[in-house]
């Protein structure tokens, strides 16, 4: 968010801001919220079109998950780790049948970042191969410890960190639009791409490779995987015994309409471990979670395990997280962005009818599209180099800011991913300033 508005809280004289440059950072002060929409300090209310960081899914404020805090607040705040805690044991169970991982574990964390450290830990301890390579993808995101770091394939970081010291290996992700693998159609590019993990396991060989990680649909990358991709990786790697790790941290709990991507699938896309965290708690309060398959946690359950930080399980985190999937649950959430996705992605290939700068439009599976700005649509050149974002996408944003919506953007990617409560007509209504912005930043018909 970069927004020029009056502030009255005076922030960037004290904090330390995440992901921006001190002396750069503006952004508005939020003092409340009720479903789409954030409330201002200066009373502005904003529809929120990213769910903040994709990761408040159930709206701002939700009122069972806020009740469910109060009253676990009331009756214990806090155990330790390592001893049990009724609404964790809860949680668990309710994970594990809505992934469908009978007799599996889940092993909970902070945030997304350590649900995919413990993930990569766990696959390496339960496959014998405790510095094992793991394989992950270029111009992925999963998270800034430096563990993942190393496993993100970020341009932004990659100088702060080896990948080869941690074991990461990276490869090509499978972005057709752009003609990765040479190849622009979709399957031909997603066959390629599963090829080119399989050739990179065999050759460093299945005794040296632990796991590959990746996300199932889409990331923050803007690159929405062909539909031949992870049931392709799945096969790949079940026949090399290689452990596949599902990064449903961004994904997960309907963003790509089911309640973790992979299960669009069903059993052919089912990984052995997958992470969770964002849409979890609907972000109400921090909580993340590795969930584990029967045959992991089995091969795991006479092992000591090295890990875990002192507020991994945290009470009121559990509480809220079983309040959040009860609220999925109760409003029909994932049926809802699954079809509020696709009308939604409906509509953005409409207005790239009308707009030449939008190159590609994807996504669409569930409350989740990327429009991709391109110089001209017959080259793909992109707007700007990855990753720098276009300034008149950057002025856009800003615009919409002003008039009350919130969008975000990533180098010259728009998202859209607002929280799967907005209403119909809230919806309506961003994508016709979306429709009216696009025209004035960026005038040349289609
Ligand atoms: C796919 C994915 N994995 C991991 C992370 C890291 O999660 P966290 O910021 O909660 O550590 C993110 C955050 O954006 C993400 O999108």
Redesign the pocket.
Known sequence: MNWRGPRVANENNSVMHSWCVQSQWQAPTVVGGHGAYLELEDGRRILDMSSL???SNLGHQHPDVIKAICQQAQQLCFVTSSWGAQPRAELAEALLEKAGFEGGRVFFT???????ENAVKFARQASGKPRGHVIARDR??????YA?MAL?GDARTRPQVDAEAFGVLHVAPPYAYQGAYGSHDPEECGERAVAAVAQMIDQHGVESVAAVLM?PNA??NGIVAPTNYWPGLREETRSRGVCLIA?????GFGRCGEWFAWQRYGDAGKPDLM?L??GLTGAHI?L?AVVLSADIAERLQHEMLYTGLTYCGHPLSCAAGLAALRAYEKEDLIARSRILGGWMLAELQALQERHAVIGDVRGGHGLFAVLELVVDRTTREPLAPWPQTPPALRALIDAAMEAGVSFACRGNLLLLAPPLVIQDHALTDALLLLDRLLTQFFPTAA
């Open positions: 960081a994709e990761c902070l945030a997304g970042a350590d649900a995919n992925s995101y999963h998270g800034a410890s993942c993100s996300e990331g923050t990064d449903e941290v961004m994904s992470t965290a964002k921090p993340g």
